[in-house]
């Protein structure tokens, strides 16, 4: 038997991804209540809002019981193996997910092939959120596939995973990253073969020309506290500003997957418009946490 994974967007494939999306919008997904009398352990190594949350509740909602768990209580490779903790675990539990700092520890929990595993985030990927957002682009935008979607600042785990689904949906992605920040021509390569277009820029204000979204997020990603001075100083010109949103399409939304800080990757009048979907976007992160353990489980 081979279990099913989320581990990153672009190994679903672009059928597989359209699934989870439609899942994630059928209610009746979670009327059949999938997990009943089942467990869900979530692991997490980082700090979490929105992804603890709407994971706790979609195992509710899915009938199932979610065990939270830190990172340091289960001691990836600390304690014991990734593997032993996977194996185990997969005798209480209908699903494990985790966020982590190596994005090698998901992949191993995988690997075990015992139980689905889910990727609350690592530092390479975050598809919960991907799928977030492309749910939220498609309600309020249309479909991917008609849609540009720029990119500012650091090219990280959230990019990544967006870029995936957006180019897998067969949509447009133009990135202004500052340099060493980038995506690299081989990924930029890897992106375009997924069957999207992709574009880089230096310039914020070339990056969001006809854009439908532009999309950010924080300079300083988990674990990345060390480097908060040199990355402000790097990322600066690449704030949303009222200026780069009036120089994309004319009905441009905003998009962030949040925790956000105003003054720094975006103006606050920017964040808190009308055009803003922010709210949305990390409501839509209960229901594409219910399309993918649902899709996990094989419901
Ligand atoms: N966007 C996101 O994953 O938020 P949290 O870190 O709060 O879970
Ligand atoms: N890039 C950010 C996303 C937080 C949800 C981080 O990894 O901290």
Not at 47 to 55: A, D, E, V
Request: glycine share 8%; with cysteine.
């Amino acid at each position: 038997m081979t279990y099913r994974h989320l581990i990153d967007i672009s190994s679903l494939g672009a059928d597989t991804l359209r699934t989870i999306l439609t899942m994630s919008n059928d209610p009746a997904v979670a009327s059949v209540r999938p997990l009943s009398g089942r467990g869900a352990a979530l692991i997490f190594e980082k700090p979490s809002n929105r992804t603890r949350h709407s994971m706790e509740m979609a195992v509710v909602q899915l009938g199932g019981h979610p065990v939270y768990t830190r990172g340091e209580e289960v001691g990836f490779d600390v304690r014991e193996t990734v593997e032993d903790i996977t194996r185990i675990m997969a005798g209480y539990h209908a699903v494990l997910a985790a966020r982590v700092f190596s994005h090698s520890v998901v992949q191993r929990m995988a690997a075990c092939n015992v139980v689905p595993v889910i990727n609350m985030l690592s530092d390479e990927a975050h598809p919960l959120q991907a799928l977030a957002d492309v749910l939220t682009m498609e309600e309020h935008c249309g479909p991917v596939s008609g849609l540009t979607v720029a990119w500012l600042g650091d090219y990280n785990n959230v990019a990544r995973s967006l870029a995936e689904a957006v180019c897998l949906l067969g949509g447009t992605m133009s990135f202004a990253c500052p340099h060493g920040y980038n995506a690299s021509d081989a990924e930029l390569k890897r992106l375009t073969s997924l069957g999207g277009t992709v574009r880089q820029s230096l310039d914020p204000i070339e990056a969001v020309a006809g854009a439908h979204v532009v999309h950010t997020d924080t300079w300083i990603s988990m674990g990345q506290e060390s480097e908060a001075a040199e990355r402000r100083a790097i990322f600066s010109p690449y704030c949303v500003t009222s200026s780069v949103m009036a120089s994309a399409h004319n009905n441009v939304k905003f998009m962030h997957c949040m925790p956000a800080h105003r003054g720094e990757e975006v103006t606050a009048d920017v964040f808190d418009s009308a055009s803003s979907l922010v709210i949305q976007q990390g409501h839509h992160r209960l229901t594409s946490a219910r399309g993918a353990i649902a899709w996990v489980i094989g419901e």
